[in-house]
Protein backbone atom coordinates (compact mmCIF):
# COMPACT_ATOMS: atom_id res chain seq x y z
CA UNK A 1 0.00 0.00 0.00
CA UNK A 2 1.22 3.62 -0.12
CA UNK A 3 1.20 6.04 2.04
CA UNK A 4 -0.87 8.72 1.05
CA UNK A 5 1.60 11.94 2.19
CA UNK A 6 -0.84 14.39 2.93
CA UNK A 7 0.00 14.45 6.82
CA UNK A 8 1.68 18.21 6.33
CA UNK A 9 0.16 19.09 3.24
CA UNK A 10 -3.00 18.54 4.38
CA UNK A 11 -2.73 20.98 7.62
CA UNK A 12 -0.67 23.58 5.23
CA UNK A 13 -3.47 23.51 2.87
CA UNK A 14 -6.30 24.19 5.42
CA UNK A 15 -4.04 27.14 7.23
CA UNK A 16 -3.46 28.52 3.21
CA UNK A 17 -7.41 28.05 2.62
CA UNK A 18 -8.07 30.28 6.07
CA UNK A 19 -5.10 32.94 4.68
CA UNK A 20 -7.52 33.45 1.30
CA UNK A 21 -10.57 33.19 2.92
CA UNK A 22 -12.11 30.21 1.55
CA UNK A 23 -13.02 26.93 3.22
CA UNK A 24 -13.37 23.64 1.21
CA UNK A 25 -16.48 21.87 0.41
CA UNK A 26 -17.89 19.20 2.54
CA UNK A 27 -21.10 16.94 1.70
CA UNK A 28 -21.45 16.46 5.71
CA UNK A 29 -22.79 19.03 8.25
CA UNK A 30 -21.06 18.32 11.31
CA UNK A 31 -18.22 21.05 11.07
CA UNK A 32 -18.20 24.13 13.43
CA UNK A 33 -18.76 27.77 12.31
CA UNK A 34 -14.92 29.31 11.24
CA UNK A 35 -14.13 31.33 13.86
CA UNK A 36 -12.67 33.78 11.26
CA UNK A 37 -16.04 35.50 9.54
CA UNK A 38 -14.98 36.46 6.77
CA UNK A 39 -13.98 33.34 5.95
CA UNK A 40 -16.14 32.23 2.59
CA UNK A 41 -17.59 29.21 1.93
CA UNK A 42 -17.59 27.56 -1.28
CA UNK A 43 -20.14 24.56 -2.54
CA UNK A 44 -18.46 21.19 -3.83
CA UNK A 45 -19.63 21.62 -7.91
CA UNK A 46 -19.68 17.83 -8.57
CA UNK A 47 -23.11 18.52 -6.89
CA UNK A 48 -24.44 21.09 -9.06
CA UNK A 49 -26.64 19.34 -11.81
CA UNK A 50 -25.17 20.48 -15.80
CA UNK A 51 -21.92 21.74 -14.40
CA UNK A 52 -19.17 22.01 -16.47
CA UNK A 53 -16.05 24.07 -17.16
CA UNK A 54 -14.50 26.48 -19.66
CA UNK A 55 -11.38 27.45 -20.58
CA UNK A 56 -9.52 30.17 -21.97
CA UNK A 57 -6.28 28.42 -22.50
CA UNK A 58 -3.23 30.90 -24.16
CA UNK A 59 -0.47 28.76 -22.24
CA UNK A 60 2.48 30.61 -23.04
CA UNK A 61 2.20 33.23 -25.75
CA UNK A 62 4.67 36.23 -26.73
CA UNK A 63 6.48 35.32 -23.28
CA UNK A 64 3.04 35.55 -21.38
CA UNK A 65 1.90 32.89 -19.24
CA UNK A 66 -2.00 32.79 -19.60
CA UNK A 67 -4.71 30.12 -18.44
CA UNK A 68 -7.78 30.85 -17.11
CA UNK A 69 -11.22 28.66 -16.02
CA UNK A 70 -14.75 29.41 -15.01
CA UNK A 71 -17.81 27.10 -14.84
CA UNK A 72 -20.95 27.02 -17.21
CA UNK A 73 -24.04 25.94 -16.28
CA UNK A 74 -26.54 24.40 -18.58
CA UNK A 75 -29.56 25.62 -17.35
CA UNK A 76 -27.88 29.40 -16.30
CA UNK A 77 -26.60 30.47 -19.90
CA UNK A 78 -26.45 34.39 -18.85
CA UNK A 79 -24.57 33.47 -15.97
CA UNK A 80 -21.63 31.76 -18.60
CA UNK A 81 -21.71 34.74 -20.44
CA UNK A 82 -21.16 36.74 -17.94
CA UNK A 83 -18.26 34.98 -16.27
CA UNK A 84 -16.54 34.98 -20.25
CA UNK A 85 -16.96 38.70 -20.84
CA UNK A 86 -15.59 39.22 -16.67
CA UNK A 87 -12.63 36.93 -17.71
CA UNK A 88 -12.05 38.13 -21.05
CA UNK A 89 -12.06 41.97 -20.08
CA UNK A 90 -9.28 41.10 -17.26
CA UNK A 91 -7.80 38.88 -20.10
CA UNK A 92 -7.49 41.76 -22.64
CA UNK A 93 -6.26 44.42 -19.82
CA UNK A 94 -3.46 41.99 -19.30
CA UNK A 95 -2.19 41.15 -22.82
CA UNK A 96 -2.51 45.36 -23.52
CA UNK A 97 -0.23 45.65 -20.58
CA UNK A 98 2.99 47.48 -21.86
CA UNK A 99 5.65 44.03 -20.47
CA UNK A 100 8.76 43.96 -22.46
CA UNK A 101 8.91 40.50 -23.70
CA UNK A 102 12.15 39.54 -21.78
CA UNK A 103 10.87 40.10 -18.44
CA UNK A 104 11.76 37.94 -15.59
CA UNK A 105 9.84 36.31 -14.33
CA UNK A 106 7.59 35.53 -17.35
CA UNK A 107 4.22 38.19 -17.16
CA UNK A 108 1.50 35.35 -15.41
CA UNK A 109 -2.43 35.85 -15.96
CA UNK A 110 -4.59 33.38 -14.20
CA UNK A 111 -8.16 32.63 -13.29
CA UNK A 112 -9.60 30.02 -10.93
CA UNK A 113 -13.30 29.69 -9.49
CA UNK A 114 -15.57 28.79 -6.59
CA UNK A 115 -19.41 28.23 -6.26
CA UNK A 116 -19.91 30.53 -3.55
CA UNK A 117 -23.73 29.16 -3.39
CA UNK A 118 -26.14 26.83 -5.35
CA UNK A 119 -29.81 26.30 -4.80
CA UNK A 120 -32.86 26.02 -6.39
CA UNK A 121 -33.16 29.96 -6.18
CA UNK A 122 -29.80 31.41 -6.95
CA UNK A 123 -26.26 30.37 -7.78
CA UNK A 124 -22.75 32.93 -7.02
CA UNK A 125 -19.31 32.16 -8.51
CA UNK A 126 -15.99 33.46 -7.00
CA UNK A 127 -13.51 34.44 -9.07
CA UNK A 128 -10.04 34.65 -8.49
CA UNK A 129 -7.95 37.11 -10.89
CA UNK A 130 -4.40 37.03 -10.66
CA UNK A 131 -1.97 38.20 -12.26
CA UNK A 132 1.96 39.37 -12.35
CA UNK A 133 3.80 41.80 -15.14
CA UNK A 134 7.37 41.27 -13.29
CA UNK A 135 6.85 43.53 -10.30
CA UNK A 136 5.18 40.71 -8.26
CA UNK A 137 1.87 38.74 -8.16
CA UNK A 138 -1.65 40.90 -7.26
CA UNK A 139 -5.06 39.14 -6.96
CA UNK A 140 -8.33 40.54 -7.74
CA UNK A 141 -11.63 39.00 -6.81
CA UNK A 142 -15.40 39.21 -8.44
CA UNK A 143 -18.15 37.50 -7.37
CA UNK A 144 -20.98 37.12 -9.82
CA UNK A 145 -24.58 35.95 -9.04
CA UNK A 146 -27.24 34.49 -10.86
CA UNK A 147 -30.97 34.71 -9.95
CA UNK A 148 -32.84 32.25 -10.93
CA UNK A 149 -36.48 33.40 -10.67
CA UNK A 150 -35.59 36.57 -13.03
CA UNK A 151 -33.14 34.60 -14.78
CA UNK A 152 -30.49 37.67 -14.42
CA UNK A 153 -27.06 37.46 -13.84
CA UNK A 154 -25.48 40.05 -11.51
CA UNK A 155 -22.62 41.98 -10.06
CA UNK A 156 -22.62 41.58 -6.60
CA UNK A 157 -24.13 45.06 -5.86
CA UNK A 158 -27.31 43.41 -7.31
CA UNK A 159 -27.54 42.15 -3.90
CA UNK A 160 -28.21 45.68 -2.47
CA UNK A 161 -31.87 47.13 -2.02
CA UNK A 162 -30.60 50.15 -4.21
CA UNK A 163 -27.71 52.88 -4.30
CA UNK A 164 -28.99 54.08 -0.52
CA UNK A 165 -28.36 50.44 0.82
CA UNK A 166 -24.89 50.83 -1.08
CA UNK A 167 -23.44 54.15 0.73
CA UNK A 168 -25.07 52.93 3.64
CA UNK A 169 -22.64 49.33 4.12
CA UNK A 170 -19.55 51.41 2.44
CA UNK A 171 -20.06 53.31 5.82
CA UNK A 172 -19.87 49.99 7.71
CA UNK A 173 -17.44 48.55 5.87
CA UNK A 174 -15.32 51.70 6.36
CA UNK A 175 -15.84 51.93 10.12
CA UNK A 176 -14.90 48.51 10.65
CA UNK A 177 -11.17 49.27 8.52
CA UNK A 178 -10.57 52.45 10.36
CA UNK A 179 -10.00 49.40 13.20
CA UNK A 180 -7.11 47.60 11.00
CA UNK A 181 -4.11 49.95 11.57
CA UNK A 182 -2.01 51.33 9.36
CA UNK A 183 -1.86 48.52 6.72
CA UNK A 184 -5.40 49.75 5.42
CA UNK A 185 -6.34 53.13 4.33
CA UNK A 186 -9.99 53.48 5.03
CA UNK A 187 -10.51 57.16 3.10
CA UNK A 188 -9.86 54.92 0.06
CA UNK A 189 -13.20 53.17 0.60
CA UNK A 190 -15.98 55.18 -1.77
CA UNK A 191 -19.73 53.96 -2.16
CA UNK A 192 -19.13 52.67 -5.79
CA UNK A 193 -20.19 49.77 -7.19
CA UNK A 194 -16.88 48.74 -8.55
CA UNK A 195 -15.65 48.46 -5.20
CA UNK A 196 -18.02 45.90 -3.85
CA UNK A 197 -17.55 43.60 -7.14
CA UNK A 198 -17.36 40.82 -4.46
CA UNK A 199 -19.71 40.14 -1.96
CA UNK A 200 -20.31 36.71 -0.41
CA UNK A 201 -21.95 35.05 3.21
CA UNK A 202 -20.77 33.10 5.50
CA UNK A 203 -22.34 30.51 6.83
CA UNK A 204 -23.56 32.50 9.60
CA UNK A 205 -25.19 34.06 6.89
CA UNK A 206 -22.94 37.40 7.24
CA UNK A 207 -22.53 39.72 4.31
CA UNK A 208 -18.17 39.67 3.47
CA UNK A 209 -17.15 42.25 1.36
CA UNK A 210 -13.94 41.44 -0.14
CA UNK A 211 -11.42 43.85 -1.83
CA UNK A 212 -8.84 43.59 -4.61
CA UNK A 213 -5.32 43.36 -3.61
CA UNK A 214 -3.94 47.13 -2.78
CA UNK A 215 -7.60 48.68 -3.33
CA UNK A 216 -7.92 49.86 0.13
CA UNK A 217 -4.36 48.68 1.60
CA UNK A 218 -0.74 47.91 1.33
CA UNK A 219 0.29 45.52 -0.79
CA UNK A 220 1.47 43.16 1.81
CA UNK A 221 -1.78 43.94 4.02
CA UNK A 222 -2.87 40.90 1.41
CA UNK A 223 -6.49 39.85 0.68
CA UNK A 224 -8.68 42.49 3.12
CA UNK A 225 -12.39 41.62 3.77
CA UNK A 226 -15.17 42.65 5.92
CA UNK A 227 -18.12 40.74 7.71
CA UNK A 228 -21.49 42.36 8.28
CA UNK A 229 -23.50 40.77 10.55
CA UNK A 230 -26.57 39.53 9.39
CA UNK A 231 -29.17 41.48 11.04
CA UNK A 232 -27.62 44.24 10.51
CA UNK A 233 -27.12 43.36 6.35
CA UNK A 234 -30.88 41.76 5.92
CA UNK A 235 -32.25 45.47 5.40
CA UNK A 236 -29.64 46.40 2.87
CA UNK A 237 -30.26 42.98 0.56
CA UNK A 238 -32.21 43.42 -2.68
CA UNK A 239 -34.93 40.11 -2.97
CA UNK A 240 -31.47 38.31 -4.88
CA UNK A 241 -29.45 39.38 -1.87
CA UNK A 242 -32.23 37.41 0.33
CA UNK A 243 -32.22 34.62 -1.66
CA UNK A 244 -28.35 34.29 -2.15
CA UNK A 245 -28.20 34.64 2.08
CA UNK A 246 -30.43 31.61 2.01
CA UNK A 247 -28.81 29.58 -0.19
CA UNK A 248 -25.39 30.36 1.97
CA UNK A 249 -26.40 29.49 5.12
CA UNK A 250 -28.46 26.47 3.84
CA UNK A 251 -25.53 24.82 1.22
CA UNK A 252 -22.34 25.99 2.75
CA UNK A 253 -20.77 23.36 4.86
CA UNK A 254 -16.69 23.13 5.57
CA UNK A 255 -14.58 20.10 5.52
CA UNK A 256 -14.91 18.72 8.95
CA UNK A 257 -11.89 17.08 10.82
CA UNK A 258 -12.88 13.68 10.49
CA UNK A 259 -12.89 14.46 6.57
CA UNK A 260 -9.62 15.81 6.88
CA UNK A 261 -8.02 12.88 8.39
CA UNK A 262 -10.00 10.43 6.42
CA UNK A 263 -7.40 11.88 3.14
CA UNK A 264 -4.38 10.94 5.38
CA UNK A 265 -5.47 7.15 5.64
CA UNK A 266 -3.51 4.50 3.30
CA UNK A 267 -4.94 4.75 -0.45
CA UNK A 268 -2.94 2.58 -3.05
CA UNK A 269 -0.87 4.25 -5.57
CA UNK A 270 -2.67 5.21 -8.74
CA UNK A 271 -1.77 2.74 -11.42
CA UNK A 272 -3.15 1.83 -14.65
CA UNK A 273 -5.12 -1.46 -14.44
CA UNK A 274 -3.45 -2.60 -17.35
CA UNK A 275 0.18 -1.61 -16.48
CA UNK A 276 2.63 -4.90 -16.82
CA UNK A 277 0.94 -5.95 -20.03
CA UNK A 278 3.12 -4.49 -22.45
CA UNK A 279 6.72 -4.84 -22.29
CA UNK A 280 8.59 -1.41 -23.52
CA UNK A 281 12.30 -2.55 -23.63
CA UNK A 282 10.53 -4.95 -26.55
CA UNK A 283 7.75 -3.00 -27.91
CA UNK A 284 7.54 0.48 -29.37
CA UNK A 285 6.23 2.30 -26.80
CA UNK A 286 4.94 6.04 -26.48
CA UNK A 287 3.00 7.87 -23.65
CA UNK A 288 -0.07 10.11 -24.82
CA UNK A 289 -0.68 12.67 -22.08
CA UNK A 290 -3.34 15.11 -22.16
CA UNK A 291 -3.23 17.96 -19.10
CA UNK A 292 -5.78 20.83 -18.42
CA UNK A 293 -8.88 18.70 -18.16
CA UNK A 294 -10.70 17.17 -17.40
CA UNK A 295 -13.23 19.33 -19.56
CA UNK A 296 -15.94 19.44 -21.98
CA UNK A 297 -14.32 17.10 -24.62
CA UNK A 298 -12.79 14.66 -22.15
CA UNK A 299 -15.61 12.18 -22.52
CA UNK A 300 -14.87 12.20 -25.96
CA UNK A 301 -11.58 11.46 -26.47
CA UNK A 302 -11.96 8.54 -23.68
CA UNK A 303 -14.44 7.18 -26.44
CA UNK A 304 -11.62 7.05 -28.84
CA UNK A 305 -8.91 6.14 -26.93
CA UNK A 306 -11.45 3.23 -26.02
CA UNK A 307 -12.21 2.43 -29.62
CA UNK A 308 -8.62 1.87 -30.09
CA UNK A 309 -7.71 0.32 -27.39
CA UNK A 310 -5.27 2.69 -26.38
CA UNK A 311 -4.59 3.98 -22.64
CA UNK A 312 -3.26 7.66 -22.28
CA UNK A 313 -1.86 9.76 -19.09
CA UNK A 314 -4.37 12.39 -17.83
CA UNK A 315 -2.32 14.88 -16.14
CA UNK A 316 -5.50 16.74 -14.42
CA UNK A 317 -6.34 19.89 -12.83
CA UNK A 318 -7.56 19.70 -8.84
CA UNK A 319 -9.86 22.40 -9.74
CA UNK A 320 -11.44 20.82 -12.82
CA UNK A 321 -11.10 17.08 -11.03
CA UNK A 322 -13.34 18.25 -8.27
CA UNK A 323 -15.83 19.52 -10.99
CA UNK A 324 -15.58 16.42 -12.41
CA UNK A 325 -14.33 13.44 -10.16
CA UNK A 326 -17.00 10.95 -12.94
CA UNK A 327 -14.72 11.64 -15.41
CA UNK A 328 -11.55 10.91 -13.39
CA UNK A 329 -13.33 7.34 -12.11
CA UNK A 330 -14.04 6.87 -16.18
CA UNK A 331 -10.03 7.07 -16.65
CA UNK A 332 -9.24 5.21 -13.66
CA UNK A 333 -12.01 2.18 -15.00
CA UNK A 334 -10.78 2.29 -18.64
CA UNK A 335 -7.12 1.77 -17.71
CA UNK A 336 -5.71 5.20 -17.93
CA UNK A 337 -3.84 7.00 -15.56
CA UNK A 338 -5.02 9.99 -13.27
CA UNK A 339 -1.81 12.47 -12.78
CA UNK A 340 -1.80 15.94 -10.77
CA UNK A 341 -1.61 19.10 -12.79
CA UNK A 342 -1.51 21.71 -9.37
CA UNK A 343 -4.51 22.65 -8.26
CA UNK A 344 -4.82 25.92 -10.85
CA UNK A 345 -2.16 26.28 -13.35
CA UNK A 346 0.12 28.52 -11.63
CA UNK A 347 3.63 28.99 -12.41
CA UNK A 348 5.48 26.63 -9.64
CA UNK A 349 8.86 28.55 -9.94
CA UNK A 350 7.73 32.06 -8.80
CA UNK A 351 5.53 30.74 -5.96
CA UNK A 352 6.67 30.77 -1.82
CA UNK A 353 7.18 27.21 -0.93
CA UNK A 354 3.59 27.39 0.95
CA UNK A 355 2.17 28.31 -2.02
CA UNK A 356 4.11 25.58 -4.23
CA UNK A 357 2.70 22.84 -1.80
CA UNK A 358 -0.72 24.77 -1.41
CA UNK A 359 -1.00 23.73 -4.93
CA UNK A 360 0.32 20.47 -5.39
CA UNK A 361 -1.61 19.35 -2.12
CA UNK A 362 -4.79 20.40 -2.97
CA UNK A 363 -5.03 18.83 -6.14
CA UNK A 364 -3.45 15.57 -4.72
CA UNK A 365 -6.68 16.08 -2.19
CA UNK A 366 -9.24 16.82 -5.29
CA UNK A 367 -7.68 13.91 -7.58
CA UNK A 368 -7.23 11.09 -4.68
CA UNK A 369 -11.28 11.83 -3.12
CA UNK A 370 -12.32 11.48 -7.02
CA UNK A 371 -10.18 8.14 -7.38
CA UNK A 372 -9.90 6.34 -4.33
CA UNK A 373 -6.17 6.36 -5.48
CA UNK A 374 -3.12 9.15 -5.05
CA UNK A 375 -1.41 10.29 -7.71
CA UNK A 376 2.75 9.47 -8.35
CA UNK A 377 3.28 11.85 -11.09
CA UNK A 378 2.70 15.67 -11.70
CA UNK A 379 3.12 17.89 -14.72
CA UNK A 380 4.53 21.37 -13.58
CA UNK A 381 1.90 23.97 -15.78
CA UNK A 382 4.44 25.35 -18.47
CA UNK A 383 6.91 22.73 -17.69
CA UNK A 384 8.65 24.58 -15.90
CA UNK A 385 10.65 23.30 -12.66
CA UNK A 386 13.07 24.17 -10.25
CA UNK A 387 15.04 22.78 -7.73
CA UNK A 388 11.88 24.19 -5.03
CA UNK A 389 9.91 21.93 -6.97
CA UNK A 390 11.52 19.11 -7.07
CA UNK A 391 12.51 18.97 -3.56
CA UNK A 392 8.68 19.40 -2.80
CA UNK A 393 7.21 16.75 -5.06
CA UNK A 394 9.65 14.55 -3.54
CA UNK A 395 8.02 14.87 -0.27
CA UNK A 396 4.75 14.37 -1.58
CA UNK A 397 6.08 11.33 -3.35
CA UNK A 398 5.55 12.42 -6.98
CA UNK A 399 7.69 12.61 -10.06
CA UNK A 400 8.33 15.30 -12.31
CA UNK A 401 6.97 14.87 -15.65
CA UNK A 402 7.50 16.91 -19.16
CA UNK A 403 7.76 15.56 -22.23
CA UNK A 404 9.92 15.01 -25.63
CA UNK A 405 7.28 16.11 -28.14
CA UNK A 406 4.88 18.92 -28.07
CA UNK A 407 1.93 18.34 -30.37
CA UNK A 408 1.52 22.35 -30.41
CA UNK A 409 -2.21 21.99 -30.39
CA UNK A 410 -2.89 25.01 -28.11
CA UNK A 411 -3.16 27.61 -31.00
CA UNK A 412 -3.71 25.36 -33.89
CA UNK A 413 -7.30 24.96 -34.83
CA UNK A 414 -6.33 22.03 -37.75
CA UNK A 415 -6.53 18.57 -36.37
CA UNK A 416 -4.98 17.50 -39.50
CA UNK A 417 -1.89 19.93 -38.61
CA UNK A 418 -1.88 18.81 -34.85
CA UNK A 419 -2.03 14.83 -36.03
CA UNK A 420 0.70 15.49 -38.58
CA UNK A 421 3.01 16.87 -36.07
CA UNK A 422 3.04 14.43 -33.58
CA UNK A 423 2.69 11.42 -36.20
CA UNK A 424 6.45 12.66 -37.48
CA UNK A 425 8.01 13.46 -34.16
CA UNK A 426 6.94 10.67 -32.24
CA UNK A 427 10.44 7.82 -31.69
CA UNK A 428 10.18 4.80 -29.37
CA UNK A 429 9.78 6.42 -25.73
CA UNK A 430 8.11 9.28 -26.29
CA UNK A 431 6.19 11.53 -23.90
CA UNK A 432 3.47 13.48 -26.27
CA UNK A 433 2.45 16.65 -24.58
CA UNK A 434 -1.46 17.65 -25.77
CA UNK A 435 -4.38 19.06 -24.49
CA UNK A 436 -8.07 17.41 -23.60
CA UNK A 437 -9.61 20.57 -23.77
CA UNK A 438 -9.24 21.61 -27.24
CA UNK A 439 -12.09 20.39 -29.59
CA UNK A 440 -8.79 20.08 -32.29
CA UNK A 441 -6.84 18.25 -30.96
CA UNK A 442 -9.35 15.49 -29.99
CA UNK A 443 -10.60 15.83 -33.08
CA UNK A 444 -6.78 14.68 -34.53
CA UNK A 445 -6.68 11.65 -31.88
CA UNK A 446 -8.32 9.13 -33.94
CA UNK A 447 -5.68 9.71 -37.10
CA UNK A 448 -2.83 9.48 -34.52
CA UNK A 449 -3.79 6.64 -33.16
CA UNK A 450 -4.43 4.86 -36.49
CA UNK A 451 -0.75 6.02 -37.94
CA UNK A 452 1.09 5.49 -35.00
CA UNK A 453 -0.56 1.88 -34.45
CA UNK A 454 0.29 0.99 -38.56
CA UNK A 455 4.30 2.44 -37.47
CA UNK A 456 4.10 -0.35 -34.94
CA UNK A 457 3.14 1.69 -31.94
CA UNK A 458 1.89 0.61 -28.36
CA UNK A 459 -0.14 3.36 -26.36
CA UNK A 460 1.09 3.04 -22.54
CA UNK A 461 1.08 5.23 -19.86
CA UNK A 462 4.64 6.95 -18.53
CA UNK A 463 5.37 4.52 -15.92
CA UNK A 464 4.86 1.63 -18.57
CA UNK A 465 7.66 3.33 -20.31
CA UNK A 466 9.89 2.71 -17.95
CA UNK A 467 9.47 -0.97 -17.07
CA UNK A 468 11.17 -2.32 -14.04
CA UNK A 469 12.82 0.78 -13.80
CA UNK A 470 10.17 2.98 -10.62
CA UNK A 471 9.79 6.36 -11.70
CA UNK A 472 11.79 8.03 -8.14
CA UNK A 473 9.71 11.48 -6.58
CA UNK A 474 11.32 14.58 -7.36
CA UNK A 475 12.84 13.73 -10.26
CA UNK A 476 12.03 15.04 -13.66
CA UNK A 477 11.71 12.74 -16.70
CA UNK A 478 10.98 14.20 -20.15
CA UNK A 479 11.74 10.56 -22.28
CA UNK A 480 11.19 6.98 -21.30
CA UNK A 481 12.97 6.44 -24.68
CA UNK A 482 15.20 3.50 -24.49
CA UNK A 483 16.50 1.02 -26.90
CA UNK A 484 14.40 -2.27 -28.18
CA UNK A 485 15.78 -5.68 -28.22
CA UNK A 486 16.59 -4.55 -31.91
CA UNK A 487 18.06 -1.68 -31.66
CA UNK A 488 20.14 -3.20 -28.68
CA UNK A 489 21.32 -5.82 -31.42
CA UNK A 490 21.73 -3.45 -34.51
CA UNK A 491 23.71 -1.68 -31.70
CA UNK A 492 26.44 -5.01 -30.50
Known sequence: ????????????????????????????????????????????????????????????????????TYPAIADAPRLTEKLLKTVTRSLNRFTWHDVPADALPNPEFNVDWQLAAASPEVLGVRLRIGQSTGSGWSESRTTVWYDRASRRALDSPGLLRDGAALTTLAGIVRS??????????????????????????????????????KQVGLGVAGRVAVAVPSATAAPLLSATGLRAQRASVRTATLTSQKDMLAASMDRPAARSSMAGTVDCAKARCVALTYEDGPGPQTGRLLDILGAHKARATFFSLGSNASAHPELLRRMRDEGHLVANHTWSHRDLSVL?????????????????????????????????????????????????????????????????????????????????????????????????????????YTFVTVPELYGPRAMEPGRTYDSGAMPTVLEKQSLS
Open 1 to 68: MFKLRFGGGIALTAAMLAGCGVATASPHGDSPIPSEPTLINYVDPSMVQGLSTRSLNAGETKGRRVHA
Open 176 to 213: ELALRGPLVNPNALRPEPSMFDSIGFNPRGDLVVEFDD
Open 352 to 456: PPVMLADQLTRAQYAITQAIGQVPTLMRPPYGVTDEQVAAISRRLGVSVVRWSVDAEDRHDPDPRAIARRTIARVKPGAIVLMHDFHHATVDAAPAILRELTAKG
